[in-house]
């Protein structure tokens, strides 16, 4: 059953979290839970002593959990409630032991969390647990002045901070908090049609942004934010890989290019599978919580909202499986260039405090899987193409160039019959001298100082545009990339493969660059990893620039170079081994 799973999941790290509290009762973090990552205690919501909480709070409330009102851990999570008193600032916000001090966002991701695990320890009503339960709505309590005034960083920070005032609402009636959600919720949902978030961040943030807006359609009775949630989900069908490992090669946050499996979505799934009676969100969950491994964060804790939930467990739900042959553009007929017209009169001058703009927001992904051969197809990034064929992967491929040093990214992507073709271009100028009316008082004075001068009064000169063009075309045995460049002339540039470490890479002529680089001069070099295989074909040497300024390749992987002068047209072509994939007769088309 699935709900067994999930309890056992968080069963499994009850010890291990007990393991890691500080017990000495003179220590200055008595009671908190040391963090993996540096041995330090911390009242954060994903690794900090909330999460532990959260755990334990499940096991203590579950009667088929083999630590049902175990004595000794509902002594070890007073201690901790304890802790978390102590951790707490006079202004009711937390540090959460990074780079965030006094931060009602991360305050309020720790309210959500919280707020449910002190419902499911009030509502099992054991006597040993009252301490710790009293001492958690203190805490809660005291978050309400920080939460009602308090501001964010990031986008999905609104949500968060709604969600958790929802809560905050809902156990101590306050209408100032609903009056906050309010001012938050009038700047609009920043969610595409296709349902892509302004982070792109399908690693962690997407997670974020449903869980907190399917609370805060419920908790503050507004049923219009799951709309976003469900284009969201939806969209996630098409972002997962073979192996259940989702895609992060576009993201716009830190879990860009690293490993996340789609465990992160059972709880939301299932919470919209639930509401809607949607089989291709049960079929989410079900897939998703075969991955599970640890029963989540605080605020994100399946078998908490389980327990507090029961109508989640259903069994015997009509179940879609997630596709596995599909071609899709995302974001495809998004209005972005509308948008991004509009960025110079939104008066902020392209700057934000302690955040950023995210102008990659709503650019178009293509994404084509054929059983267990994925392909990405990017925009708006450093690398344009990905591809996994079984075991075998090519991570990246990347174009820079001297014309402004580093990658060049591609800004459109147009489907053909057979691919796509993706395009960039730069611009680059000199500036002029200022206009003498333009000039200041500190330019007649004896020290004229660069940084006062008004340089957005430079009229630009010889303004060169560099372009680059790309097809991705699919070929009977594989892929086809074709990539040109002609004007200006002789710029130098350089075309990179990026490979994992893991395996073997044979044939080709190949010199050391430098590091992990190497330069493919000609021939045709094979990947292969546990039998699976790409070979591809198109090595070229022009030039021996071992790297291009600001374009810097990631250490631990394998990166081949082919350098190449403007004007060229370079074609490269991979051949895919014949064991991964389904045969192309066989394949299923989706969009």
């Avoid at 994925?374 to 996994?388: A, D, I, K, N, W």
């Avoid at 800004?411 to 057979?418: I, K, M, P, V, Y």
Wanted: charged share 20%.
């Amino acid at each position: 059953m699935m709900v067994n799973r999930v309890f056992e999941v968080n069963d499994s790290w009850v010890r291990e979290g007990m393991d890691r509290q500080i017990l000495e009762e003179t220590h200055r973090w008595h009671g908190g839970v040391r963090t993996m990552e540096n041995g330090l205690p911390s009242p954060n919501h994903n690794t900090g002593t909330p999460t532990a909480m959260a755990i334990w709070a499940a096991a203590l409330c579950n009667p088929a959990s083999a630590y049902y009102r175990d004595k000794e851990l509902a002594h070890r999570f007073a201690l901790s409630a304890r802790y978390m008193l102590a951790a707490q600032h006079g202004d009711g916000t937390i540090s959460p032991g990074w780079t965030n001090f006094h931060s009602p966002p991360d305050t309020a991701f720790v309210v959500v969390g919280y707020a449910q695990a002190a419902q499911l320890i009030l509502a099992d009503g054991w006597a040993e647990l009252k301490g710790a339960a009293a001492d958690m709505l203190l805490f809660l309590e005291r978050t309400l002045p920080a939460l009602i005034t308090g501001g964010c960083h990031t986008p999905n920070h609104r949500w968060v901070i709604c969600a958790a005032l929802g809560f905050l609402n809902e156990l101590f009636d306050s209408p100032d908090a609903l009056n906050r959600t309010k001012e938050w919720l009038a700047e609009g949902m920043d969610a595409t049609l296709d349902g892509e978030w302004t982070e792109r961040s399908n690693g962690i943030y997407n997670v974020v942004s449903d869980v907190m807006l399917i609370h805060a359609a419920r908790l503050l009775k507004r049923p219009e934010l799951l709309v976003p949630v469900r284009a969201n989900l939806k969209m996630m069908t098409y972002l997962v890989h073979p192996d259940g490992e989702i895609v992060t090669e576009y993201s716009g946050r830190q879990d860009y290019g690293h490993s996340f499996d789609m465990s992160g979505y059972f709880l939301p799934s299932l919470m919209m599978a639930s509401l809607d009676r949607n089989p291709v969100f049960q079929g989410m969950a079900e897939q998703s919580l075969s991955l599970l491994k640890h029963p989540g964060g605080a605020p994100t804790n399946a078998a908490v909202r389980l327990l507090l939930d029961p109508g989640l467990m259903h069994e015997g739900a009509e179940t879609t499986p997630m596709p596995e042959h599909y071609r899709v553009v995302l974001n495809g007929e998004f209005p972005r260039e509308r948008y991004l017209s509009g960025f110079a009169g939104a008066g902020h001058h392209g700057v934000i405090r302690y955040s950023r703009m995210h102008t990659d927001f709503g650019a178009p992904v293509a994404r084509i899987r054929e059983g267990r051969t994925s392909v990405t197809v990017s925009t708006e990034m450093s690398s344009f193409f990905s591809l996994r064929h079984g075991a075998a992967r090519l991570l990246g491929v990347q174009f820079a160039s001297y014309f402004d040093p580093g990658f060049v990214k591609m800004s459109r992507l147009t489907t053909l019959e057979q691919g796509y073709r993706l395009s960039g271009e730069q611009e680059k100028g000199y500036n002029g001298p200022v206009p003498e009316a333009a000039l200041p008082q500190s330019a007649k004075e004896g020290v004229s100082p660069w940084y006062l001068l008004p340089h957005q009064s430079r009229p630009q000169t010889h303004v060169q545009r560099h372009k680059v063009e790309v097809e991705v075309v699919e070929a009977s045995d594989g892929w086809k990339l074709v990539i040109s460049s002609t004007e200006p002339e002789e710029v130098v540039s350089q075309i990179s493969l990026i490979f994992p470490a893991a395996g073997s890479l044979s044939g080709g002529a190949l010199a050391p660059a430098e590091g992990d680089v190497q330069f493919w001069m000609e021939g045709n070099i094979r990947y292969e990893m546990d039998g699976d295989w790409l070979e591809i074909s198109g090595g070229g040497l022009q030039h021996t620039a071992t790297g291009i300024r600001e374009a810097a390749y990631p250490p631990g992987f394998r990166t081949l170079l082919l350098n190449v002068v403007t004007p060229f047209v370079k074609e490269i072509h991979i051949k895919l081994s014949p064991a991964a994939g389904l045969d192309r007769t066989e394949r299923g088309e989706s969009s």
